[in-house]
């Protein structure tokens, strides 16, 4: 579901966004500086870093249909950038001089709004590049704002847990308690829902009590403003700091202070994948809007890029030949190789030494590493071992054609203990005993209450799995024999 393509190391301080165009992801940081790449090879940009801030970057983003990237910080001030050539085309100050923490732009350009540590949120002219109207809400910092598709509604989040929505002209529509002790994000799918000839919007948010929430919002002068709670995800262990839709609606990812970023269906709220890469809290989290690409920010000071699904249109740019071939295959070199392409050269000796293969590889753990191969740093061996599971990842991605109804629709891996549901579908069974001890009593692929929480082993499936198995095994130990 998800392919380690490269990471972004340039920032000397914690990413707090990523941001995509159809062109370009930009960073921002920390550090002050904004860092802008090209997605052709994922290279820095020869205008890049962005440096005009004087204080923290909080967010960044790229205009929907202009070559514009703005940025805001603590200094108060959001900064229009040309992305064709960095140059600063406006500054535009807080009125009140506020930390800025978000800016987000309309759907058309029309507008940018920014939202302020005190509270207030402005709208401001992009054509024009000046003050247009602002409001502010009635308790904590503005940390989170969205626009509608249409960009006709405006939804903010504040630091003590409210949505607000507000319109065109930033009238309060409807104030809410979205999540306790604080809001972190919310983003709004590009696609809408019609149901019984009423449009919805769908919107995100997550927050401080680690949940993500799906809502689902009409807003229309005849009817009014309606907004009502449709899903609430689990699966993160800690506060959820971002949260982003696919460009078809279709999937949504989010970033935690566990340290993970977990991919689900929108449909369903189904747990597709869970990244565990980054070493620190994952603040932020984007999907591009014209390739299947993730990015991913974290106070580890790195940005990482993901390819999603199994598109062929977007090269790797790593170790390309590490997803071509079996990696049990590979011979002291080419693991060598592979520690040097993921920065762990000083390594490369120790598993010379000790005649480290492609098999052996993949069966590390920490203990091997601190007790066998003797590597004393905690943080060298924690990172080995991430990198290890990234590489399982990878290899297990590689099985060629696995058939649909041996995935759990859960965790979308491989099942090796399936049950029969009281809904009719078979799911690995430590997958859907955790979704019910969630307090989940409803069905993970249709949203409707299970009748019942008995769980029957699928001995037929089970079967054919297991020949399945066998089958792989057999071809793939005639190909070790071939390569020989």
């Known amino acids: 579901m998800a392919r380690f393509i490269c990471e972004l190391k340039d920032h000397t301080d914690d990413v707090n966004c990523c941001s995509f165009s159809d062109s370009y992801v930009a960073t921002c940081s920390l550090d002050k500086t904004i860092r802008v790449y090209s997605l052709k090879d994922f290279k820095e940009l020869p205008f890049s870093p962005l440096k005009g801030h004087t204080y923290a970057v909080h967010w960044c983003c790229f205009a929907p249909d202009k070559p514009i990237l703005a940025s805001c910080s603590t200094d108060g001030k959001t900064i229009l950038w040309s992305m064709h050539n960095g140059q600063m085309l406006a500054v535009l100050e807080q009125p009140s001089g506020s930390p800025v923490r978000v800016c987000r732009y309309s759907s058309i350009s029309n507008y940018l709004a920014t939202g302020g540590s005190d509270g207030s949120i402005v709208l401001w002219n992009v054509q024009q590049m000046k003050f247009h109207r602002s409001a502010t809400v009635k308790d904590g910092s503005i940390v989170a704002c969205a626009f509608s598709p249409h960009g006709n509604l405006l939804i903010t989040g504040s630091s003590c847990g409210d949505l607000t929505a507000w319109d065109?002209?930033?009238?309060?529509?409807?104030?809410?308690?979205?999540?306790?002790?604080?809001?972190?994000c919310c983003d709004f799918s590009s696609q809408t829902l019609t149901e019984h000839g009423i449009e919805y919007y769908q919107m995100a948010s997550c927050g401080q009590d680690n949940e993500i929430r799906v809502w689902l919002i009409s807003f229309s002068d005849a009817r009014g403003f309606d907004m009502r709670c449709q899903l609430t995800l689990g699966g993160h262990s800690s506060p959820v700091l971002s949260c982003s839709f696919s460009s078809d609606g279709q999937l949504l990812v989010s970033g935690s202070v566990d340290k993970s970023v977990i991919i689900y269906t929108v449909k369903t709220g189904c747990i597709l994948h869970i990244l565990t890469h980054h070493t620190r809290y994952v603040t932020s989290c984007?999907?591009?809007?014209?390739?299947?690409?993730?990015?991913?920010?974290?106070?580890?000071?790195?940005?990482?890029?993901?390819?999603?699904?199994?598109?062929?249109?977007?090269?790797?740019?790593?170790?390309?030949?590490?997803?071509?071939?079996?990696?049990e295959t590979w011979s002291e070199e080419k693991v060598a190789t592979w520690l040097s392409q993921e920065g762990l050269n000083e390594v490369e000796h120790i598993f010379k030494a000790n005649n480290i293969d492609g098999k052996e590889l993949l069966h590390l753990t920490k203990d091997n590493l601190l007790n066998d191969l003797k590597i004393e740093s905690l943080g060298l061996r924690n990172k080995?071992?991430?990198?290890?599971?990234?590489?399982?990842?990878?290899?297990?991605?590689?099985?060629?054609?696995?058939?649909?109804?041996?995935?759990?629709?859960?965790?979308?891996?491989?099942?090796?203990?399936?049950?029969?549901?009281?809904?009719?579908?078979?799911?690995?069974?430590?997958?859907?005993?955790?979704?019910?001890?969630?307090?989940?009593?409803?069905?993970?692929?249709?949203?409707?209450?299970?009748?019942?929480?008995?769980?029957?082993?699928?001995?037929?499936?089970?079967?054919?799995?297991?020949?399945?198995l066998e089958r792989q095994n057999h071809r793939e130990a005639k190909q070790m024999t071939l390569h020989r």
């Open 384 to 468: 080995l071992v991430r990198r290890i599971q990234d590489l399982k990842g990878s290899a297990k991605a590689e099985l060629s054609n696995i058939p649909n109804e041996f995935l759990c629709p859960i965790t979308w891996e491989l099942m090796t203990d399936p049950v029969i549901a009281s809904d009719g579908y078979s799911y690995e069974r430590k997958a859907i005993e955790d979704w019910i001890s969630r307090k989940k009593r409803t069905s993970p692929m249709t949203n409707l209450p299970l009748e019942n929480l008995l769980l029957t082993p699928n001995r037929t499936l089970k079967m054919a799995l297991n020949r399945w």
């Open 168 to 184: 065109e002209s930033l009238k309060c529509l409807y104030n809410e308690k979205g999540h306790d002790l604080g809001v972190t």
């Open 286 to 327: 984007a999907l591009a809007p014209k390739h299947p690409l993730l990015a991913t920010g974290s106070m580890d000071k790195t940005a990482t890029i993901w390819k999603l699904g199994h598109s062929e249109d977007i090269p790797d740019f790593t170790a390309e030949s590490r997803m071509q071939m079996d990696v």
